[in-house]
């Protein structure tokens, strides 16, 4: 048994906190984790982004040591820990259903876990203290009351606060915002990025709201049945998908299909100028972003024009939502509201729209999916 617990050393891997190698882990017949390798860097705001049921807890729960895999490594802070337990693991965890005790108050909430690592009482209140005035509840206000004296939002920085205070080397956190309300979602974003950048510390977060991910993290590993589809910076999984999953999942798309012969595709509405170094003659799908595509008068030196009638505009304040069909094909535009064409807009009119090669998300080959 000593054998197992004991954790090796790997020399070539202290550079990065998180490593998985070859990491597979199945439920019956249902493979959860298939040969996924990850490296997740120090200090990194690092997501496991994916729907339902694509295997992105399963994954967080192998780095936690709660699951352990059929075959692959679990590498943290450069050492071999597969085989170890979780408290034997320099982590902390927040879960979207918080389990604060809710018999004790705030500051005991917080303290839990240095009581059980048997700390000094006053290195326990200023390690306390200091939590609470990272998560911005000053203790002379929060810390003697009890969790249900606290909003949705507040109770999650106490969980915040109780599973940074032991220094953890990596902070999992399992879809923590899902039970808040949109505002305070939105706001505990925020919150999350500033106290990361403050301490320091790896975050290791899952969710499957795109928004989430992009908003807070240094890098995404977008996770499909099991499967990394990609990993890369926000910028580089919403402009540059490796795949259609990808370019489907994060953000909005149109996707055209055809035949790709000179540079162009040869869809149902036209031929659709693109860049793309796949071979000619293959099947493929082209994903173009709404917000990429210019109406109007802007869409007069665009590499690609067509004419098409409005089916339906949707307001959102900012932006239009401009559903246009071209033949039987139906295309999403996000017109700015500033736009100096916007009001004139009509449902039933025609309209020009337009975009230029190398707009397009993707080419993806058909038979490659």
């Given at each position: ?7 090796e ?9 998180v ?5 597979v ?12 390798n990850?490296?997740?860097?120090r200090n ?14 399963t994954?967080?729960?192998i ?23 979780p ?12 389990a604060l005790?809710?018999h ?7 303290a ?14 200023k ?22 004296q ?8 106490v ?12 902070l ?8 808040l309300?949109?505002?305070i ?8 990025k500033?106290?990361q ?21 240094d890098?995404?590993?977008?996770i499909h ?11 580089e999984?919403y ?7 990808v ?19 040869e ?16 099947k493929?799908?082209?994903?173009l972003?709404?917000e ?5 008068k802007?869409?007069?030196g ?26 039987d ?7 700015p ?12 009119e ?6 230029d090669?190398?707009d ?6 058909l038979?490659?999916?």
């Open positions: 048994m000593e054998m197992m617990e004991k954790a050393y790997i020399t070539s891997e202290v550079e990065d906190m490593v998985l190698r070859n990491i882990k199945r439920f019956g017949k249902v493979v959860a984790s298939d040969h996924v990850i490296e997740i860097k990194e705001f690092f997501s496991l982004l994916g729907p339902s049921g694509s295997g992105k807890t994954l967080l729960r780095i936690a040591g709660l699951e352990k895999p059929d075959e692959g490594v679990v590498i943290l802070e450069g050492k071999d820990v597969t085989n170890l337990p408290y034997k693991r320099n982590i902390g965890m927040v879960f979207q259903h918080l005790f809710p004790m108050t705030v500051f005991e909430n917080i839990y876990g240095l009581r059980l690592r048997k700390f000094p009482e006053d290195e326990i209140k390690r306390v203290y200091d939590a609470l005035e990272l998560v911005k509840m000053p203790h002379e206000m929060f810390a003697e009351r009890k969790p249900s606290l909003s949705g939002g507040q109770q999650q920085r969980a915040i606060a109780r599973a940074l205070v032991t220094q953890p080397a990596v999992l956190l399992d879809e923590p915002l899902g039970a309300d949109l505002k979602r939105q706001h505990m974003m925020l919150e999350l500033r106290i950048r403050t301490v320091g510390t790896t975050f290791v977060y899952v969710t499957h709201d795109q928004g989430e991910a992009l908003v807070m993290s890098r995404i590993a977008v049945e099991g499967r990394v589809e990609q990993v890369g910076t926000p910028y999984v402009e540059k998908p490796r795949t259609k999953f370019a489907n999942f994060i953000g909005e798309a149109n996707f055209f299909e055809g035949v790709l012969r000179n540079g162009a595709v869809t149902s509405f036209g031929v659709v100028k693109v860049v793309s170094d796949i071979q000619s003659g293959k493929v799908v082209v994903s972003r709404p990429r595509i210019r109406v109007g802007t869409a007069e665009a590499d690609n024009k067509f004419e098409g009638k409005i089916r339906e505009i949707v307001y959102k304040g900012d932006v239009l939502i401009v559903m246009v069909a071209l033949d094909t139906e295309v999403k535009v996000n017109v509201a500033t736009h100096p064409e916007a009001r004139k807009l009509r449902e039933g025609a309209i020009r729209i337009g975009w090669s190398g397009e998300a993707g080419v993806f080959e038979e490659a999916e």
